[in-house]
């Protein structure tokens, strides 16, 4: 079993099996779908997710091209202080100036719509 870093805050461990189930649950897809569009059975996918089966390098490949993400990227560590963004960068929200980052923390309890408006305002004072 190989495990990843993934929160070094709280120390918590995830296998590649959480790694992937929390992947596909974060952006909604079903095991099946999944599996569909990976050309592999159902099963499989259960297997991986449940740590009972290790997916192949060209599977767990599909996997990352099926998210859009990097190989490297499913291994980057994270933690709190971490946003990996579709075009996987990464911020480290202490390095940011002290007043960009009370604005990321000010927003965290917004409403989507009270995020649409903010950056409507924000969009119009450039």
């Not at 192949?56 to 963004?85: G, H």
């Not at 007043?99 to 995020?115: A, C, F, M, R, T």
Request: overall charge neutral; some cysteine.
């Amino acid at each position: 079993m190989i495990l990843i870093e993934y929160n070094s805050i709280g120390g918590n461990i995830m296998t590649i099996g959480e790694r992937f189930s929390s992947i596909r649950k974060h952006n909604n897809i079903s095991a099946n779908k999944l599996a569909k569009a990976l050309n592999v059975d159902p099963s499989t996918i259960s297997k991986i997710e449940n740590d009972s089966s290790m997916p192949s390098i060209q599977l767990l490949q599909k996997f990352c091209d099926y998210f859009d993400m990097s190989f490297s990227a499913f291994f980057r560590p994270l933690d709190k202080n971490y946003c990996i963004k579709e075009t996987e960068s990464v911020y480290n929200i202490d390095l940011l100036k002290p007043e960009l980052k009370e604005l990321i923390e000010s927003v965290k309890d917004l409403s989507p719509e009270q995020i649409i408006k903010l950056t409507e305002f924000i969009k119009s004072m450039k």
